[in-house]
């Protein structure tokens, strides 16, 4: 069974600095995808940024991108000129390709943003 | 361009109650998936379906159960609240377009509940 793991359970950065956080999943898949999704204090589920994995290039949206290393299995997320909106929990996800497949969820870990 | 709605957004139910989460979505999305977020645990799969009048259990399904009558409704049900059901749940759906997972879900604002 695949697993998602998000090994640091708090973070912390200062507004306008820059934050990575980390993701770590085991498959034996080849064809897979891989999510940032937001959570914030309101609730609701937000989708950051995704990644296909037979994609190299790493993918970006606005401040946020990732760096995939499909050989060790990491997906972080950068997220560059932290705003205050940034605060949330965020969680890594998984869900191989193919019909009938499901999203795998990490344990999310809790950013906050220093003013 | 509601997306997925949930309802009712909280809860409290004493241990021993029934009670039926209502997901609905009109997407048209083909799949749609109830999960549970627990402190500390991420979100966890309880069950779902990938069609009208089909369902199938997930990671947690134990305690719930659930039905797909029509294609816009995913129904999750606790027939015996227990303490350990406390939780906040989310409902997802999912195109069957996108069947090879190239997109992530579309999901609700949640399910506050509350087993005292």
């Known amino acids: 069974a695949q697993t998602v793991t998000q090994s640091q359970p708090e973070m912390s950065v200062q507004e306008a600095e820059t934050v990575t956080l980390s993701c770590t999943y085991d498959?034996?898949?080849?064809?897979?995808?891989l999510f940032w999704y937001k959570q914030p204090p309101s609730r609701q589920m937000i989708l950051v940024i995704r990644q296909e994995a037979y994609k190299q290039q790493n993918a970006t949206e606005n401040r946020f991108s990732v760096n995939f290393q499909k050989a060790a299995k990491s997906f972080s997320l950068k997220i560059s000129d932290s705003q205050l909106g940034d605060a949330a929990m965020y969680f890594c996800a998984y869900r191989r390709a193919g019909a009938n497949s499901k999203l795998t969820f990490g344990k999310g870990i809790t950013l906050s943003v220093r003013p | 361009n509601a997306g997925v709605t949930q309802t009712p957004k909280f809860r409290v139910l004493k241990t021993g109650q029934s009670m039926t989460l209502l997901c609905a979505q009109d997407m048209n999305h083909e799949y749609m998936y109830w999960y549970r977020q627990d402190p500390g645990m991420g979100l966890r799969l309880i069950h779902y379906s990938v069609g009208e009048g089909t369902t199938a259990k997930g990671e947690v399904p134990d305690g719930y159960n659930v039905s797909r009558l029509k294609k816009q409704n995913f129904l999750l049900g606790l027939e015996s609240a227990a303490p350990s059901q406390t939780s906040v749940y989310f409902c997802?759906?999912?195109?069957?377009?996108?069947?090879?997972?190239?997109?992530?879900?579309?999901f609700g604002s949640g399910t506050r509940l509350t087993v005292v």
């Open positions: 498959t034996s898949e080849s064809d897979y995808y």
């Open positions: 997802a759906s999912s195109s069957h377009r996108a069947a090879q997972g190239t997109y992530g879900y579309t």
